[in-house]
T-cell receptor, first 114, second 110 residues
């Protein structure tokens, strides 16, 4: 099915473990983004990518790594999970367009670090 | 100071009421503006874009004041199904980044 999908939807992990959140889109959108959403902070940008092999830091990149070897995939890795990374993570994609470009979001991954 | 500021609410209004949300942004380089809607525990979805001339989509009216860096959303004749969090969003064109406000929670009561 066309769209943007995230996996897993729910994840519980222990402090110090490496965790990878997957994001896959079928529209061939150039731009992809990772956001985290926390109470009181709203959605904050972690990393974004303008195209395959092009990534850049957002507002809160520390503790995260991304890669984009293929246009359709944009995995997010927590190298050594900490409790402060407990959050809801949203992946999004959009197509190039100068103005009023809609971003489409995946359903989110709820991550709990214990 | 946050780049996009919204009144968090919550706004609790009766069905049929008119409710207005306001938002201010600090990045004068912002090029595009949106309202997104987020239902509880779901992903954000685009509600409408916001144009300088103001725009309307059914019961929803959005306004932009670039001089004051102010965005508004008016919902007329509120429905129960309008209950959600409304996110004010700006777009920085160079990096295609969307910057979100923290959202305003709306509950429409029967």
């Amino acid at each position: 099915d066309a769209g943007i999908t995230q996996s897993p939807r729910y994840k519980i992990t222990e402090t110090g473990r490496q965790v990878t959140l997957m994001c896959h889109q079928t529209w061939s959108h150039s731009y992809m983004f990772w956001y985290r959403q926390d109470l009181g902070h709203g959605l904050r940008l972690i990393y974004y990518s303008a195209a395959a092999d092009i990534t850049d830091k957002g507002e809160v990149p520390d503790g995260y790594v991304v890669s984009r070897s293929k246009t359709e995939n944009f995995p997010l890795t927590l190298e050594s999970a900490t409790r402060s990374q407990t959050s809801v993570y949203f992946c999004a994609s959009s197509s190039p367009g100068q103005y009023n470009t809609e971003a489409f979001f995946g359903q989110g991954t709820r991550l709990t670090v214990v | 100071r946050k780049e996009v500021e919204q009144d968090p609410g919550p706004f609790n209004v009766p069905e049929g009421a008119t409710v207005a949300f306001n938002c201010t942004y600090s990045n004068s380089a912002s090029q595009s503006f949106f309202w997104y809607r987020q239902d509880c525990r779901k992903e954000p979805k685009l509600l409408m874009s916001v144009y300088s001339s103001g725009n309307e989509d059914g019961r929803f009216t959005a306004q932009l004041n670039r001089a004051s860096q102010y965005i508004s959303l008016l919902i007329r004749d509120s429905k129960l199904s309008d209950s959600a969090t409304y996110l004010c969003v700006t777009h920085s064109g160079s990096a295609r980044q969307l910057t979100f406000g923290s959202g305003t929670q709306l509950t429409v009561l029967p």
